[in-house]
């Protein structure tokens, strides 16, 4: 179950690009980064110009206002199945979104099954209701 973070600038897309931006996201999760159906959980959140502050750590790229960073929460991906949903990502928000690949920045972060609570208060992974 991944929790998805979209960061992007403020008043550089409309809601409905916002949303084909999640869309294409989770379409990519559920595909390639073997999310289970009806398993989304995003957070879209705009900042104001100014608040984002991106260098290109050397390797030569030119960002721009249009940058989005996706940071993603998960449980015991491979590698092989980051670099492949990496790949995706930047395949299809650039072609169904025009994000370019300079703009996209993806990270992802490890946590445990006792690290999640769906409601109620309690951590359904460790309950045996997930």
Avoid at 108 to 118: A, L, P, Q
């Amino acid at each position: 179950m991944p929790l998805v973070r979209i960061e992007v600038i403020k008043g550089r897309r409309s809601r409905d690009e916002l949303r084909k931006l999640a869309d294409v996201v989770q379409e990519v999760m559920l595909q390639n980064f073997n999310a289970p159906a009806r398993d989304r959980y995003q957070i879209i959140t705009q900042h104001e110009p100014g608040d984002i502050i991106c260098e290109d750590t050397n390797l030569g790229f030119e960002r721009t206002d249009d940058i989005v960073f996706i940071q993603i929460f998960q449980q015991g991906r491979t590698a092989d199945v980051k670099q492949a949903t990496y790949a995706a990502l930047a395949e299809r928000l650039g072609a169904e979104c025009g994000v370019k690949g300079n703009d996209l920045i993806i990270s992802c972060s490890e946590n445990k099954r006792e690290d999640w609570s769906f409601g109620g208060g309690e951590a359904q992974f460790l309950t045996g209701a997930l």
